[in-house]
């Protein structure tokens, strides 16, 4: 193991993935009055979390947050792939962060939907989502010569 290898991108990448995984046990979500509910969570001032209220989502952004640690195992162990190191970290990132938002912009769990507010965890989530993106990207812009199209050895 040559833990010399690491770049300073799977470092933030693996900073950013620590900070999502902690975002998912966080409270995502305050209810505003009596009538508001997520699940089994109902009333006034309660907070859900993205583990409590997101059924299938919050493996998803788990596997999201494991990706960069990941990606840092296969460099130190200097793996061969076929594809140039922090590039499916990227999409995973890309992936969790539009997922992120969908879920606390656009598409809120629970009802009524305008009685149910974001809370912090849902920008610590944000922040590491954005920040496995930006470590995931700076690891592979640093891919050596040219690229080449698909099929050309």
């Given at each position: 193991m040559h833990?010399?290898?690491?770049?300073?991108?799977?470092?933030?990448a693996i900073i950013g993935?620590?900070?999502?995984?902690?975002?998912?046990?966080?409270?995502?979500?305050?209810?505003?009055?009596?009538?508001?509910?997520?699940?089994?969570f109902k009333g006034s001032g309660k907070e859900v979390s993205a583990w409590?209220?997101?059924k299938m989502m919050r493996f998803i952004?788990?596997?999201?947050a494991?990706?960069?640690?990941?990606?840092?195992?296969?460099?130190?162990?200097?793996?061969?792939?076929?594809?140039p190191r922090g590039e499916l970290t990227a999409v995973v990132g890309i992936t969790a962060l539009t997922?992120?938002?969908?879920?606390?912009?656009?598409?809120?769990p629970g009802s009524p939907a305008g009685e149910i507010s974001l809370s912090y965890g849902w920008w610590v989530a944000l922040a590491g989502a954005a920040t496995v993106c930006i470590g995931s990207v700076l690891r592979a812009s640093k891919q050596s010569g040219p690229r080449k199209p698909p099929g050309v050895l």
């Amino acid at each position: 193991m040559h833990f010399g290898k690491l770049s300073r991108g799977e470092l933030i990448a693996i900073i950013g993935g620590v900070i999502l995984g902690i975002g998912v046990f966080l409270a995502w979500y305050s209810l505003g009055n009596k009538f508001a509910h997520i699940d089994k969570f109902k009333g006034s001032g309660k907070e859900v979390s993205a583990w409590d209220g997101l059924k299938m989502m919050r493996f998803i952004l788990l596997a999201a947050a494991v990706a960069p640690l990941i990606l840092a195992y296969i460099v130190v162990r200097d793996h061969a792939l076929s594809w140039p190191r922090g590039e499916l970290t990227a999409v995973v990132g890309i992936t969790a962060l539009t997922l992120i938002v969908v879920r606390g912009l656009v598409i809120k769990p629970g009802s009524p939907a305008g009685e149910i507010s974001l809370s912090y965890g849902w920008w610590v989530a944000l922040a590491g989502a954005a920040t496995v993106c930006i470590g995931s990207v700076l690891r592979a812009s640093k891919q050596s010569g040219p690229r080449k199209p698909p099929g050309v050895l």
